[in-house]
T-cell receptor
């Protein structure tokens, strides 16, 4: 079956611009996670959705970052007024249920470069 | 707070030799531990997990990991390395609470030479 997909694979933008990153999870997975991976680092948690609601957004670095999952499947991570420090690979993952011990399946990521 | 540490930035091993990639953890409560592998320009792929039960966990591609509670370790192992095993390996621990979010180590690059 299809895995987690993310679009675009690469995004180059200018400082101050707005960007949207999309994640399409595995069909039937109710839990969806966003992580950010900076160069040479492990992924860091941003936000977790169980269904349509953001159950934990404690990893979002500031209020420029926002994410939605309006129908409980596709999710969009939105970054306003981008800064050079936002440059990283943004990873999306889904699992059958959240709050459990199920493994998470990761997408290939979106590489964001802010010039 | 939950955390994991991968003390080696890089591990080099000859093809056919056994490999070990180290991971230690610090948790409050029971540890739920995972190993993932990342190939260039690809997402993380799940290898194996420890939730409870046998201390030796078997996973994908011939990998296994040994859970050691007294040493708070969860080292990844393979009896005979392949060149194709060369990749970036991440150890992770499930965070306390009910979200299932993962806390990752810094990663270890495994280089298998022919």
């Amino acid at each position: 079956g299809a895995g987690v997909s993310q679009t675009p694979s690469n995004k180059v933008t200018e400082k101050g611009k707005y960007v949207e990153l999309r994640c399409d999870p595995i069909s039937g997975h109710t839990a969806l996670y966003w992580y950010r991976q900076s160069l040479g680092q492990g992924p860091e948690f941003l936000i977790y959705f169980q269904g349509t609601g953001a159950a934990d957004d404690s990893g979002l670095p500031n209020d420029r970052f926002f994410a939605v999952r309006p129908e409980g499947s596709v999710s969009t991570l939105k970054i306003q007024r981008t800064e050079r420090g936002d440059s990283a690979v943004y990873l999306c993952a889904s699992s059958f249920t959240g709050g459990s011990y199920n493994e998470q399946f990761f997408g290939p990521g979106t590489r964001l470069t802010v010039l | 707070a939950q955390s994991v540490a991968q003390p080696e930035d890089q591990v080099n091993v000859a093809e056919g030799n056994p490999l070990t990639v180290k991971c230690t953890y610090s948790v409050s409560g029971n540890p739920y531990l995972f190993w993932y592998v990342q190939y260039p320009n690809r997402g993380l792929q799940f290898l194996l997990k420890y939730i409870t039960g046998d201390n030796l966990v078997k996973g994908s591609y011939g990998f296994e990991a040994e859970f050691n509670k007294s040493q708070t370790s969860f080292h990844l192992k393979k009896p005979s390395a392949l060149v194709s095993d060369s990749a970036l390996y991440f150890c992770a621990v499930r965070d306390a609470g009910n979200t299932g979010k993962l806390i990752f180590g810094q990663g270890t690059t495994l280089q298998v030479k022919p």
